[in-house]
Structures are given as structure tokens and as C-alpha cells.
């Protein structure tokens, strides 16, 4: 069966940067399922599947603009550690969610300089390309319900 619109894949990977940096993998736990055309991963590795069969091997390399975008430097500001009332230690790497005219959207804290505190909106790998080495371990028609609910559910189902 071939990886198109609709299909549930499932894939063993291991995302590394150009410098090789292993940034994420599958190895040791269990595949990555997700719903073929419906969003769910990057849009340039979700071309690169596209026709794909269980058992193929490959190597995608996705530029930003396919992957978590370019980097936006108007999404980093400098705020007073005051904003951040009731958190006791603000160290670098923390997350939080922020309420934007958007939506929710959540900040990584970027820099902290005695009271001034970087907080930056984009995604942590926004501005890197991306790549893949990929096994396509399995794909299969997606059951009713998750062509429904937009994504894949695991053994007995899905609870929301």
C-alpha cells in the first residue's frame, strides 16, 4: 500500500542539523504514526513520504520554509522579569504559553540578564534545515474515526 492522502505511516527516524546534531528520534521507542495529509508532521517531509510503501528507506533534508519556518526575530522581545510573577528561577530553555491576539502560543525564554528576560516565539527549530533518515515501517488505511478526528489513534482507540 503507497502513502497517500488518508493513510495512517508509520515511521522509524532520526532528525539531525547540519552539523549532525541528532535533534530527534524513534530509536528505542515506537514508531512515529501519523495521518497522511491531514497536517499532522512538517509539510516537506510529508511531500518526501508521499508514494512511499512499508520497508522503504530514505534521507529527506527539509529547508526551513517547508519545515518550522524561517527564523522570525520580530517574534523575540525583551520583557521584565516581572511578567513572569510567582515563577521562582527563570532559566533559559523554559516554555510557557502566552495569550496572543492569535491564539495561545507558547515562548521559549531565549536570554536572561538580571531583570530583562528574552522570550522568543518561534519555534525552536524555525530558520534549520531539517534532516531525516526515515523507514516507512507500516501504512494502512485510517479507520473512520480518525479521518473524523484529523489524526491517528493508538490500540483501543483515542480519548479526548
Not at 92 to 112: C, H
Not at 129 to 142: G, P
Amino acid at each position: 500500500m503507497q502513502i497517500a492522502k488518508d493513510k495512517v505511516v508509520y515511521i522509524d527516524y532520526t532528525l539531525t542539523n547540519d552539523a549532525g546534531e541528532v535533534l530527534d528520534s524513534s530509536q528505542g521507542g515506537e514508531p512515529l504514526a501519523y495521518l497522511h495529509g491531514a497536517d499532522n508532521i512538517i509539510p516537506g517531509l510529508e511531500k518526501a513520504l508521499e508514494g512511499g510503501k512499508a520497508g522503504d528507506k530514505m534521507q529527506v533534508s527539509v529547508e526551513p520554509a517547508e519545515g518550522y519556518g524561517e527564523y522570525n526575530e520580530e517574534l523575540t522581545q525583551v520583557v521584565p522579569s516581572s511578567m513572569f510573577e510567582g515563577v521562582e528561577q527563570i532559566e533559559v530553555g523554559m516554555q510557557f504559553q502566552a495569550e496572543t491576539p492569535g491564539g495561545v502560543q507558547v515562548i521559549r525564554i531565549a536570554a536572561v540578564d538580571g531583570d530583562n528576560i528574552t522570550i522568543d516565539g518561534n519555534h525552536p527549530l524555525a530558520g534549520q534545515k531539517l534532516n531525516f533518515d526515515i523507514t516507512v515501517t507500516e501504512v494502512r488505511d485510517a479507520s473512520e474515526e480518525e479521518l473524523a478526528h484529523g489524526h491517528v489513534h493508538g490500540a483501543g482507540g483515542h480519548h479526548h
